[in-house]
């Protein structure tokens, strides 16, 4: 039975589990949402807190849970805090849900699936 996964020797599963716990929650997915079409250019902390309107304290909160799940990556650029999506991350994520919960009978083989054709600075 090589089609069971052993859920205490599977790391792919561990950080697919912490990725979907972290998008779980509204905000951040809501951040998430806005971070993947802003492609490779990313948004700045205080873009996407316009764009929420939530405060400071609780932006910077669920940007932590999504960069320590490693699905948002952060570079200061001078007084900027710029965040971007980790599309090789979340590529992991939308590869491993595929598949071993959705190409079992061959239904999903053949799309594409993943954020690698999200082009080099496309936006919202």
């Known amino acids: 039975m090589s089609d069971i996964i052993d859920l205490h020797t599977s790391p792919e599963l561990q950080v697919v589990a912490d990725a979907m716990e972290a998008l779980g929650n509204e905000t951040r997915l809501a ?33 932590s849970r999504l960069i320590q799940v ?28 595929t598949r071993n919960c959705c190409a079992a009978d061959g239904a999903h083989t053949g799309h594409a699936h993943g954020a690698s054709e999200v082009q080099e600075g496309s936006a919202a």
């Not at 948004?43 to 940007?63: C, D, F, K, M, N």
């Not at 001078?78 to 980790?86: E, P, Q, V």
């Open 31 to 63: 951040v998430f949402t806005l971070l993947v079409p802003a492609g490779r250019g990313g948004l700045t902390v205080g873009e996407i807190q316009s764009r929420l309107g939530v405060p400071a304290s609780t932006l910077s909160h669920h940007l």
């Open 70 to 97: 490693d699905l948002v990556q952060q570079e200061r650029q001078g007084r900027k805090l710029i965040c971007r999506a980790n599309y090789a991350a979340m590529d992991g994520v939308l590869s491993f849900l």
